[in-house]
């Protein structure tokens, strides 16, 4: 069984950075960072291939964020740079096993596509 349990969110001003952490447990093969805004739906931002440490980025980051984890990949990040308003959001870690069919590197970022989710970390960005 997993267990996902995010951390770091905080408040901001415009331009700073942060790091987000998804301690992590269970059998997983696929990890990603989601964020919900207010009054929007989920969107998922950034997947990692755990074995081959293969990250895919949405392309509204404009290559703002990074994900990684630690070298026991027990530990998911999440840096973001250069915040911005609009990053304002709920963020979630979410993860699954080995996929057991095909899928393509856009699927990695689809919320149905994820089997554990964690309970989601505040950001909030304003001057």
């Known amino acids: 069984q997993m267990r996902l349990e995010e951390s770091g969110g905080r408040s901001a001003h415009p331009g700073e950075s942060l790091t987000l952490s998804c301690e992590a447990s269970g059998p997983r093969e696929y990890m990603a960072w989601f964020r919900q805004a207010p009054g929007k739906e989920r969107e998922g931002i950034a997947s990692?291939?755990?074995?081959?440490?293969?990250?895919y980025y949405t392309d509204s980051l404009e290559g703002r964020f990074t994900i990684s984890t630690d070298r026991f990949k027990s530990t998911l990040y999440l840096q973001l740079n250069a915040l911005r308003p609009a990053d304002t959001a709920m963020y979630y870690c979410?993860?699954?096993?080995?996929?057991?069919?095909?899928?393509?590197?856009?699927?990695?970022?689809?919320?149905?596509?994820?089997?554990?989710w964690g309970q989601g970390t505040q950001v909030t960005v304003s001057s």
């Open positions: 979410a993860a699954r096993p080995r996929p057991n069919s095909r899928y393509s590197r856009a699927s990695t970022l689809q919320e149905d596509w994820y089997t554990d």
């Open positions: 990692l291939h755990l074995p081959s440490n293969d990250a």
